[in-house]
């Protein structure tokens, strides 16, 4: 690892795209950047000053229905060398999840794991198919691990996070206000 240049900006990419980044850009150039973002069905989403975009995936349930594609999320990776897959996607972990039911309620839910005796956690698909029964119309993955915890105001921390060390100091939450 390396620090970026002081009052600069680094760019980076992997796979395909660091090959492709390596041949076009230069150090000491400037870049010209451009963004397309697109919505799950493909349609173009206009970004404003008031455009939250979150990073979630891949998709659980939709319309109802449980919908996984591990090869579209990025889930399997191409080589030999399968260990990303089976330990991501495959075994079971903690997991997060966001969702919505057929009456238009947030549902949040975060599985516990990798506690022997208490709970060992879910795969995707189990996950997936988790939000189903609890009747999500939607749900999408959200982060898993050590990163899975789950806050109330009134009680603190409800669920038991894997981390030896306990909660992880993270950037990302939901707040939900009434």
Do not use: C
């Not at 990073?55 to 449980?66: A, E, H, I, N, Y």
């Not at 999408?140 to 996070?161: E, Q, W």
Request: no cysteine; proline share 3%; hydrophobic share 40%.
């Amino acid at each position: 690892m390396t620090a970026g240049p002081a009052g600069g900006s680094t760019v980076q990419a992997i796979g395909d795209s660091a090959a492709w980044l390596l041949g076009h850009a230069k150090v000491g150039e400037r870049l010209r950047v451009s963004e397309r973002v697109e919505d799950s069905r493909g349609r173009r989403v206009a970004l404003t000053p008031d455009t939250t975009i979150l990073q979630v995936g891949p998709t659980l349930v939709r319309d109802g229905r449980v919908s996984v594609n591990a090869a579209a999320d990025g889930l399997i990776r191409e080589g030999t060398d399968q260990t990303f897959t089976y330990n991501w996607a495959v075994r079971a972990n903690p997991r997060s999840a966001i969702g919505m039911d057929d009456r238009g309620r947030l549902m949040l839910v975060v599985v516990d794991g990798r506690q022997d005796g208490y709970s060992e956690g879910l795969g995707i698909a189990q996950t997936a198919e988790l939000m189903k029964l609890l009747g999500a119309r939607e749900a999408m993955n959200l982060d898993g691990g050590g990163s899975s915890v789950m806050v109330t105001s009134a009680a603190g921390i409800v669920n038991r996070p894997s981390d030896a060390t306990g909660q992880r100091s993270l950037g990302n939450v939901f707040l939900v206000r009434p």
